[in-house]
């Protein structure tokens, strides 16, 4: 166990409960024995927890917002068929601002016929007006 890279493995393995029993019994030794090692074990064990937690909560709030956004279209198309119902109702009573006949007469602008000579006949075509 003098390598670092072997440590750490032996360490990883003792964490997650895969050593044989003479393995875990040797190494809780070396442990008793040696504090860098300990405070090693502790830090990483630390570390494993945390990254545990993180995992835990990072999988509720996926579920949350999940939840979440289907709540919140479902409230959203709520209000929205909410608001059009009201303006339509509110709109039932009240003349509109122009009638057809109006908008006609105020935009419609006639063009200048001119006919077109074409092989076989002539066509009549509209002319817009540049006003």
Known sequence: ?????????????????????????????????????????????????????KGEKDAWHKHVSAKYKRRLIVVLSAVAAAAVAIVIFLRQGSEPAYTGEQLFADYFIAGELEIVPQRGGTIT?????NE
């Open 125 to 129: 075509a509209e002319v817009a007006r």
């Open 1 to 53: 166990m003098n390598t670092m890279p072997h440590k750490r493995e032996i360490i990883d393995r003792y964490l997650l409960d895969e050593l044989t029993e003479s393995e875990r019994e040797s190494f809780e030794e070396e442990i008793r024995e040696d504090e860098s090692l300990r405070q090693e074990v502790d830090l990483m064990r630390h570390i494993s927890i945390a990254l545990q937690r």
